[in-house]
Nanobody
């Protein structure tokens, strides 16, 4: 079993920077890839970014590419999402997820464990 706990959300001003964290427990950190998803009110959940088991490979959605960066620290069992210049349309609940499958995936169906989510509200 794997538990994921997100933190770092809240109310931010458009153009500011915020970093989300997701701490994973129990399993050795190098045995799963990690991803961030988000869901805005009235919208479907969407992929944001993912990072491989070692942290050597990443994938980022086009909507946030150049603004958001995913990284992981296996020594701390933690994955981060650095959000630079967030905009009001980035307002959503952000979820951390872990996949036991090899490689990276943008599909939520490929992720086996999910955090409870953290709200990020971007004001203009």
């Amino acid at each position: 079993q794997l538990q994921l706990v997100e933190s770092g959300g809240g109310l931010v001003q458009a153009g500011d920077s915020v970093r989300l964290s997701c701490a994973a427990s129990v399993r050795p950190s190098g045995t799963y890839s990690l991803g961030w998803f988000r869901q805005a009110p009235g919208k479907e959940r969407e992929f944001v970014a993912a990072v491989t088991r070692t942290g050597g490979g990443t994938d980022t959605a086009e909507s946030v590419k150049g603004r958001y960066t995913i990284a992981r620290d296996n020594a701390k069992n933690t994955v981060y999402l650095q959000m630079n210049s967030p905009q009001p349309e980035d307002t959503a609940v952000y979820y951390c997820a872990a996949s036991l499958r090899l490689g990276l995936s943008r599909s939520g169906r490929d992720y086996d464990y999910w955090g409870q989510g953290t709200q990020v509200t971007v004001s203009s």
